[in-house]
Nanobody, 123 residues
Framework: QLQLVESGGGLVQPGGSLRLSCAASGFTFDYYAIGWFRQAPGKEREGVSCISMSGGITDYADSVKGRFTISRDNAKNTVYLQMNSLKPEDTAIYYC????????????????WGQGTQVTVSS
């Protein structure tokens, strides 16, 4: 059964860090680009970052460049999102998604989705 499971969310103070994980199963993981998206209350889902099948190409939204780092371990079927210098505006549900092609910032181009993990940045 195909699954993407996010973990690592939580409550953190401004300036703090979190590392999200996206564990995949049920498909050939290294044939898929993996994207991270987020959705805050009352807002549309937005792309945060993406990593290519091999991990050689990464992309970031302007709002997180220099603060977030995406990586993947194909041996463990897992993608990570290291989030540093977190801001209150980073508060959202974070989703990972798999695309059987190159990275894309468009959520409707992704084939599979996880259930999401809540990230709250607040003092």
């Amino acid at each position: 059964q195909l699954q993407l499971v996010e973990s690592g969310g939580g409550l953190v103070q401004p300036g703090g860090s979190l590392r999200l994980s996206c564990a995949a199963s049920g498909f050939t993981f290294d044939y898929y680009a993996i994207g991270w998206f987020r959705q805050a209350p009352g807002k549309e889902r937005e792309g945060v970052s993406c990593i290519s099948m091999s991990g050689g190409i990464t992309d970031y939204a302007d709002s997180v460049k220099g603060r977030f780092t995406i990586s993947r371990d194909n041996a463990k079927n897992t993608v990570y999102l290291q989030m540093n210098s977190l801001k209150p505006e980073d508060t959202a549900i974070y989703y990972c998604a798999a695309r059987n092609h190159y990275c894309s910032s468009y959520s409707n181009e992704y084939n599979y989705w996880g259930q999401g993990t809540q990230v709250t940045v607040s003092s």
